[in-house]
Structure formats: structure tokens, C-alpha cells
């Protein structure tokens, strides 16, 4: 999404109904030309039309969304280069780790829309999250760890091209729960915003150990003495 306008946030248009029998409504968008000039002065519109500052608590926080939806895109892009030369035995797993990743990214569409609007011009069609994408991230979490070995001390990201970029995926959700926390404060934020934020930042850290079971690569574990005054670090 870009934070010069709301286009593809599926916003209708105005006194427009929906009779598809969808739960969101389809984005109504046609973008002709990417470039428009009208942020040049530092403004931005939300979907209600209110001009506001680029760098306002709200622009900060769907556009942190934003970014991580491209890290997301990113992991699974990683992913989906690896499965060629995976584990056969992997293989299915990966495939439905890869398709969850997809799933997130629409999710995190949806919460860039709801977040890109305010209260009193959400529209009862519009995307967002709900407590359902909460739940299957829960669901999901509990399915991976049934694979994995219980943590004896923190995981340093690493390991795989793949391992690292969910971390950093991971980090940058925190950034995002962290701007809708602020957000939300002001009481003008979608109170499941948080929740899903919160969620999803565990699932990444969950998504990461199993990929890394799943390709075989062990996990690098936090050791303090592995450091200078330690006296465990290897030489360079």
C-alpha cells in the first residue's frame, strides 16, 4: 500500500452494496498510473479523505504493516527457491508452511485497510482481521511445536537463508504491534489489531525453528560465554 493514497484497501465506494455473499468486500480499484503528486507535500489521504501528515501515528503504523508484508513475500520467495533441493520428506510440510506465509500477506492487507480508516468510516464490509486469523495462528503454532524439541535457551537467527528471514520478519512485527499499541492508546485503533500483531510475531519465531527442522539445519543457540570476555568466541 502505498502512503500516498488508500487505493486497494477494498474500501467501497460510497453508497455502494455488496450482494456477492463475500465476507469482504472485493477492492475496487483501477490504477492507471502509479505516481500521482499529491504527497509531494508531505500529506497523505485516508480512506475517509482526511488529509493528514505523513508522519502521523497511523500512516506510521499501517506503513510498518506494509513492510512487513514485503518480508513475509520475502520468506516465502526464500521458500519457495529452496523446495527443489528440500528433504523429500519435507516437502508436503513446506508447502503448507509456504501457503500460510501467502495467507498472511492477504491478512496483513486487511489490517493495512482497517488501519488506513478511521473508526466512524469503517464500513461493516470492510477487511480487517478478526479473531478467526487469531485462532488459526494459534492452531497452527501448536501443530509446528509438536515437531520441535523444547527451547533450553534463546535462538539466534541464522541457519538458512530461510530461518533469517522470518526472523527478521518477525522483528519487524514487533515494530508494528508496537506503532498499533501507540495507535491504539489514542482509542483509535481496531482493538484486534494488537491481538493479531502479537500472534503473528510468535508464529514467525515458531515458523522459523520449524523450517529449520524441516531443512535439516541446526539452530544456533545463545551462549553467553561466546563472547570476548567469554572466552568461547572462535577466532576470526
Not at 520449524?210 to 572466552?231: K, N, R
Given at each position: 500500500?502505498?502512503?500516498?493514497?488508500?487505493?486497494?484497501?477494498?474500501?467501497?465506494?460510497?453508497?455502494?452494496?455488496?450482494?456477492?455473499?463475500?465476507?469482504?468486500?472485493?477492492?475496487?480499484?483501477?490504477?492507471?498510473r502509479v505516481y500521482t503528486r499529491q504527497g509531494d507535500g508531505g500529506q497523505t489521504?485516508?480512506?475517509?479523505?482526511?488529509?493528514?501528515?505523513?508522519?502521523?501515528?497511523?500512516?506510521?503504523?499501517?506503513?510498518?504493516?506494509?513492510?512487513?508484508?514485503?518480508?513475509?513475500?520475502?520468506?516465502?520467495?526464500?521458500?519457495?527457491?529452496?523446495?527443489?533441493?528440500?528433504?523429500?520428506?519435507?516437502?508436503?510440510?513446506l508447502h503448507d508452511l509456504g501457503r500460510a506465509l501467502l495467507r498472511v500477506q492477504?491478512?496483513?492487507?486487511?489490517?493495512?485497510?482497517?488501519?488506513?480508516?478511521?473508526?466512524?468510516?469503517?464500513?461493516?464490509?470492510?477487511?480487517?482481521?478478526?479473531?478467526?486469523?487469531?485462532?488459526?495462528?494459534?492452531?497452527?503454532?501448536?501443530?509446528?511445536?509438536?515437531?520441535?524439541?523444547?527451547?533450553?535457551?534463546?535462538?539466534?537467527?541464522?541457519?538458512?537463508?530461510?530461518?533469517?528471514?522470518?526472523?527478521?520478519?518477525?522483528?519487524?512485527?514487533?515494530?508494528?504491534?508496537?506503532?498499533?499499541?501507540?495507535?491504539?492508546?489514542?482509542?483509535?485503533?481496531?482493538?484486534?489489531?494488537?491481538?493479531?500483531?502479537?500472534?503473528?510475531?510468535?508464529?514467525?519465531?515458531?515458523?522459523?525453528?520449524?523450517?529449520?527442522?524441516l531443512l535439516g539445519t541446526p539452530e544456533i543457540l545463545w551462549e553467553p560465554d561466546?563472547?570476548?570476555?567469554?572466552?568461547?568466541?572462535?577466532?576470526?
Amino acid at each position: 500500500m502505498s502512503d500516498d493514497d488508500t487505493r486497494g484497501t477494498g474500501a467501497p465506494r460510497s453508497g455502494a452494496e455488496d450482494s456477492s455473499g463475500r465476507v469482504f468486500s472485493a477492492p475496487k480499484i483501477t490504477i492507471n498510473r502509479v505516481y500521482t503528486r499529491q504527497g509531494d507535500g508531505g500529506q497523505t489521504r485516508l480512506v475517509g479523505g482526511q488529509l493528514v501528515p505523513k508522519d502521523d501515528a497511523r500512516i506510521e503504523t499501517y506503513g510498518t504493516v506494509d513492510e512487513l508484508n514485503a518480508l513475509v513475500g520475502a520468506a516465502r520467495q526464500t521458500l519457495m527457491e529452496l523446495l527443489p533441493g528440500a528433504p523429500a520428506a519435507s516437502v508436503v510440510r513446506l508447502h503448507d508452511l509456504g501457503r500460510a506465509l501467502l495467507r498472511v500477506q492477504h491478512e496483513l492487507f486487511n489490517l493495512g485497510s482497517i488501519l488506513a480508516t478511521l473508526p466512524e468510516d469503517v464500513h461493516p464490509k470492510q477487511p480487517r482481521v478478526t479473531q478467526a486469523e487469531i485462532e488459526l495462528l494459534e492452531a497452527e503454532m501448536d501443530r509446528c511445536q509438536a515437531d520441535l524439541a523444547p527451547l533450553r535457551s534463546f535462538v539466534l537467527p541464522g541457519g538458512s537463508r530461510l530461518n533469517t528471514d522470518l526472523h527478521v520478519a518477525r522483528t519487524v512485527c514487533r515494530r508494528a504491534e508496537r506503532c498499533c499499541v501507540r495507535l491504539a492508546q489514542t482509542g483509535h485503533a481496531d482493538p484486534l489489531a494488537v491481538g493479531y500483531l502479537n500472534r503473528l510475531s510468535d508464529a514467525l519465531f515458531v515458523w522459523s525453528r520449524w523450517a529449520s527442522a524441516l531443512l535439516g539445519t541446526p539452530e544456533i543457540l545463545w551462549e553467553p560465554d561466546v563472547s570476548a570476555s567469554g572466552g568461547k568466541a572462535q577466532p576470526a
